[in-house]
């Protein structure tokens, strides 16, 4: 467990750090967002960067801007629109078209966590080397509910050795 702890823990590093070398990040302004203060920012891909993750060389064919709170640093929303066409398999399983756009959005419940609270996409994949598919969607979550879990644990006393 602690190896693969510490496997993700790098693997998420790596990815943040693959973040700021594939794109150059700007500050656009501020928004408030459903109450929350926050600052957008634009991701555009820099040009002629060279990633170092595979999930380098899929974040280089998108564009998006984030909001992010100023009061916890969380992500409130990100949009992406696909400015290349990126393909999945050299090709062969899957490509998703330019122009494609994916939208994700969190909200505070209960002051406390941030959970999902809207994801969007449209757009055109095409599917092995023959299918072309044209769709879009919206999930939006909410009656977020708590769960507490209660726990006890109880120790019999040692029964004493047999005579």
Do not use: C
Request: glycine share 8%; hydrophobic share 35%; proline share 6%.
């Amino acid at each position: 467990q602690d190896r693969e702890r510490e496997r993700d823990r790098r693997e998420t590093a790596e990815s943040i750090e693959e973040i700021f070398r594939v794109f150059d990040v700007r500050m656009l302004g501020r928004d408030a967002l459903e109450g929350h203060d926050t600052i957008a920012f634009s991701l555009t891909p820099r040009p002629g960067v060279k990633p170092r993750t595979r999930g380098g060389k899929i974040m280089r064919n998108f564009s998006g801007r984030a909001w992010i709170s100023e009061s916890d640093y969380e992500l409130v929303r990100l949009e992406i629109e696909a400015i290349d066409t990126v393909s999945f398999g050299l090709g062969l399983l899957a490509r998703v078209h330019k122009g494609s756009q994916a939208s994700f959005q969190r909200r505070k419940v209960n002051g406390e966590a941030w959970l999902p609270a809207m994801a969007r996409y449209s757009g055109s994949v095409r599917v092995g080397l023959v299918k072309v598919i044209r769709r879009g969607g919206t999930s939006e979550f909410s009656n977020y509910r708590q769960f507490s879990v209660e726990t006890s644990t109880t120790y019999a006393p040692p029964k004493p050795p047999a005579p």
